[in-house]
């Protein structure tokens, strides 16, 4: 799927220092600017969803951040800002990292609230979890974000290539469960391509702030 770049202006930071969502200071977001014309950014809210150790802070923080979490940390729940350009439109995104467990269900579900997209995370290696994408998530989001679209994301593709006696999800399997489900699209993923995981997921996100610009104009 073809997917545009997005360039990062800045990424926001919460009061402890470790994420959430901030006012930009960058004079081109309005934060210091002198001129009388500002332009309120547009927001945009996603949620991340997918099981447990599916990739999905690794994901986020290949975007936001360039890196890999420093630690290998469960998430419960977290929420990251940040602030981008788009055709020369300004944008503040707000990504929300999510727990994949029944547990933290309704924790997870506060998310979906003002939601403009949700990225559903498998890992590639899994077949079983791209089965729970149809039997567990898609109808989870349905249900509780009903005309919100939904991005299906197949990651740790690198496995593929390490994993040769392992059974792993093809890609044309994950095309056509992301048809099934009506996902607007389908994007493999791997953070740990250190050549190529910052501008793959620049591509995978900027593709899904498109699609919710393009829900916005409907
Ligand atoms: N091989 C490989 N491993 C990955 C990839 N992305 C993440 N991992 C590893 O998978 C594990 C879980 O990664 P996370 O990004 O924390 O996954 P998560 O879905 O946020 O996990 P929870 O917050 O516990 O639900 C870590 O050991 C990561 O290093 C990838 O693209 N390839
Ligand atoms: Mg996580």
Redesign the pocket.
Known sequence: MAGENVPLLSRGADSDGKSGVSICCCPCLGGRSRSKTKVAPIELNMT?V????????????RFTRGC??EQ?????IDTDGVDIMRRGKKIHLVIH?????EEDARLRALTYANCDLIIM?F?V?SPEALHNIVADWAPEVRTLCCNTPYLLVG?????RR?NNSKKCVSKKEGEAIARQIGSVGYFE?????EKN?VKSAKKLFGTAIGKCLEMRRQ
């Open positions: 991340v997918g099981k447990e150790n599916s990739g999905k802070t690794s994901l986020i923080y890999l979490p290998n940390t469960r998430t419960i990292d999510t727990s994949g467990t995370c890992p290696d990651t740790k593709k690198d496995l390490k993923y791997s953070a740990h391509d995981a």
